[in-house]
Antibody, heavy 114, light 108 residues
Framework: EVQLVESGGGLVQPGGSLRLSCAASGFTFSSYWMHWVRQAPGKGLVWVSRINGAGSTTNYADSVKGRFTISRDNAKNTLFLQMNSLRAEDTAVYYC???????WGQGTLVTVSS | EIVLTQSPGTLSLSPGERATLSCRASQSVSSSYLAWYQQKPGQAPRLLIYGASTRATGIPDRFSGGGSGTDFTLTISRLEPEDFEVYYCQQYGSSPFTFGPGTKVDIK
């Protein structure tokens, strides 16, 4: 059974940093592109970033480019999202996923507020 | 960036009726890399359709997808009570892999 379990969310002040993790199991993690998708409270889905299986190719939404860094550790079947210079508008539930394979975690809430 | 527009914003129908949801792209979606998701409150999205028309594993055949280029549709042939949720389209042909704003299907 495919499982994606996010962690690392919480309350952080504007300008602060947070590192999200996503532990994967039940599939060959290193073979899949992995994505982060976020959803602000009461709003729609927003694609954030993706990384290829080898970790050598990444893409970002313009809204996070230069502030967020996606990475992975295939030996530990774990996906990461390093988030720096956080803003109030980054407040959202962050999902780890391979959307078009139907793999989604339960999400972790990030709240940016003073 | 490809902008996706979904219409209508809200669709009010009764159980047993047919639902047709539209997703229009600001430019052509390469290779029909268009997916549809259903989301229930407090849950992660659920993949329904990928490649514009291929049902994901375990998705009932009352769900069907169609279209190409810039115009895509999700059709629910006969609405069941559990289908009254929010539906999103997403293009994954070119980065950034944008989502549409969603269509809410609610009970009339």
């Amino acid at each position: 059974e495919v499982q994606l379990v996010e962690s690392g969310g919480g309350l952080v002040q504007p300008g602060g940093s947070l590192r999200l993790s996503c532990a994967a199991s039940g599939f060959t993690f290193s073979s899949y592109w992995m994505h982060w998708v976020r959803q602000a409270p009461g709003k729609g889905l927003v694609w954030v970033s993706r990384i290829n299986g080898a970790g050598s190719t990444t893409n970002y939404a313009d809204s996070v480019k230069g502030r967020f860094t996606i990475s992975r550790d295939n030996a530990k079947n774990t996906l990461f999202l390093q988030m720096n210079s956080l803003r109030a508008e980054d407040t959202a539930v962050y999902y780890c996923s391979n959307p078009t394979s139907g793999f989604w975690g339960q999400g972790t809430l990030v709240t940016v507020s003073s | 960036e490809i902008v996706l527009t979904q219409s209508p914003g809200t669709l009010s129908l009764s159980p047993g009726e047919r639902a047709t949801l539209s997703c229009r792209a600001s430019q052509s979606v390469s290779s029909s890399y268009l997916a549809w998701y259903q989301q229930k409150p407090g849950q992660a999205p659920r993949l329904l359709i990928y490649g514009a028309s291929t049902r994901a594993t375990g998705i009932p055949d009352r769900f069907s997808g169609g279209g190409s280029g810039t115009d895509f549709t999700l059709t629910i042939s006969r609405l069941e009570p559990e289908d009254f949720e929010v539906y999103y389209c997403q293009q994954y042909g070119s980065s950034p892999f944008t989502f549409g704003p969603g269509t809410k299907v609610d009970i009339k």
